[in-house]
């Protein structure tokens, strides 16, 4: 149960949040309603909530980046090596980019019918079908290893990509409904881990189990081990996650947990009046367009690796795994840094805007390297890039949370995830295009312009953080819900 010494100020706390969004206090009504209650049952004292953080929050912590590492290993299998699969199955390498892009094109069209899913069945039985999804795209994926079955490889490819469309939202949900206020970045953090987990893995793995044999039937055998191996990994986790995988614990981890549980009670709504209210937000807006655009660089960069070392440096397929390796690798500890960061210090106006302009300095050191083309400088800038693009990816999660609280993570992450999509998909063939037609520099001045624009975009968002606002109501109060009035987004 929360509980707090009585505040004469109670009507000013209220008022940090903003107009309609409100917590009417409960006065204490004596000492004894500040003793320790009893944590084995879900307790509803008056209108006040008991918390408790559980410890196997940790188990589903792990399960569900188990389940992300298996699902994004996916994603560049075949773009990494783009030259070999392109030859094995007889196409071009635009068609091997879009064994890429089908992952954003899949996410745009599909994320809304799975949201309005997902918020009626619940995280267990989101993280079910995603798991489920993948393990069918994988194995059929082990019957594509002929050259004339690019079409069944493409299916499988889809069928992992619509998984992920189940995945991507997880991660500010899983945070949300079992870490507390002091974890929650971090945890997000380590929820989405398991996207850089699964590159780190397929980045230098795919060079070095698919060679550029002269013999096609070679590359085929070579393909065919790799289809194999992550079959039956994509098997052991599914089966993992049927055993395991838990739902929302019985008590909320947070005084804002607890809020957003009680407004869903009380307030119940279909899915498509916090979508129209996120819409209006502006701060939203803001950060979707930033967002986007910002993730779509270090989608495009992964995604032309192989191209991009194969204009500068012979026979560089493992130099393209090793940099991939790199940028992901240092990225994903940066991750953890940054989300211990904004743990501590909850500084959300500074650090997205420390970060882009950083980004944008990576990324012309990352251009400078290849242009002198040495390796090792390639590979160092390629790390330092890594740590803040892919840092991004769990900051924005949490941007998001605070600017939309408290609307459903599901959902509000969800539209936050089409923006990669969107811009990504654009982004892609422009950078192809770019580098087949004028070069690589070119590709690099596109990039360089596509971070400046995010920093400025996330620059000009007001800072109006939410769900901060209520943690700090519930910090010197009693948290009690008489009226939880939905939020009112202006213009």
Not at 13 to 31: F, G, M, N, T, W
Not at 174 to 189: D, H, M, N, R, V
Request: a positive charge.
């Amino acid at each position: 149960m929360v509980t707090a010494k009585r505040d004469e100020n109670i009507v000013k706390d209220r008022d940090l949040l903003p107009q309609r969004y409100r917590v009417l206090i409960k006065p204490v009504a004596s000492e004894s309603d500040e003793m320790q209650p009893d944590r084995k049952q879900a307790k509803i004292v008056g209108n006040t909530t008991e918390i408790k953080v559980y410890p196997r929050r940790w188990l589903q912590l792990v399960l569900f980046v188990v389940f992300s590492t298996v699902n994004t290993m996916h994603w560049y299998q075949y773009t990494i090596v783009n030259n070999i699969v392109s030859r094995y199955y007889n196409v071009s390498s635009l068609a091997i980019d879009w064994t890429s892009i089908i992952f954003m094109v899949t996410y745009i069209v599909v994320i809304i019918p799975a949201s309005y899913v997902t918020n009626r069945i619940g995280l267990r039985w989101t993280v079910l079908v995603g798991a489920t999804l993948t393990c069918i795209g994988a194995w059929l994926k082990v019957l594509s290893a002929s050259p004339d079955r690019f079409v069944v490889t493409f299916i499988g490819q889809f069928l992992v990509a619509v998984a992920q469309v189940f995945s991507l939202p997880v991660p500010g949900r899983l945070a949300a409904y079992w870490f507390g206020p002091k974890q929650i970045a971090l945890a997000s953090a380590f929820a989405c881990s398991g996207t850089h987990i699964g590159y780190s893995i397929c980045f230098p793995i795919m060079p070095l189990l698919v060679r550029n044999h002269d013999k096609i039937e070679d590359i085929g055998k070579d393909l065919a081990k790799v289809f194999w191996g992550s079959a039956l990994c994509c098997s052991v986790v599914a089966i993992a996650i049927i055993l395991l995988f838990k739902d929302e614990p019985l008590l909320p981890p947070s005084d804002a947990r607890a809020l957003q549980k009680l407004h869903k009670e009380r307030s119940p709504e279909g899915y498509w009046p916090p979508v129209k209210r996120i819409l209006r937000n502006r701060d939203f807006i803001l950060l979707w367009n930033s967002y986007g655009i910002i993730m779509s660089v270090l989608g495009s960069t992964n995604t032309v690796l192989n191209s991009l070392c194969l204009v500068h440096f012979k026979n560089s397929e493992q130099l393209a795994g090793n940099l991939g390796l790199a940028i992901v690798g240092t990225g994903g500890l940066g991750t953890v840094f940054l989300a211990i960061i904004v743990d501590k210090t909850k500084a959300f106006k500074i650090i997205p805007m420390a970060i882009g302009s950083l980004a944008l300095i990576s990324e012309i050191l990352f251009a400078i390297s290849f242009l002198l083309e040495v390796q090792w400088m390639v590979v160092v800038t390629g790390m330092i890039l890594g740590i803040f693009l892919v840092g991004w990816a769990s900051l924005g999660f949490e941007l998001c949370a605070e600017a939309t609280y408290p609307e459903p993570e599901s959902t509000t992450v969800g539209i936050l995830n089409i923006s990669i999509q969107v811009y990504g998909t654009l982004m892609v063939p422009i950078v192809r295009m770019l580098i087949e037609t004028y070069g690589d520099k070119s590709a690099h001045y596109c990039l360089s312009a596509a971070l400046l624009i995010g920093t400025i975009l996330i620059s000009s968002t007001r800072g109006n953080f939410r769900r901060q606002k209520a943690e700090q109501i519930a910090k010197y109060n009693p948290v009690a819900l008489q009226e939880f009035a939905k939020p009112e987004y202006r213009q």
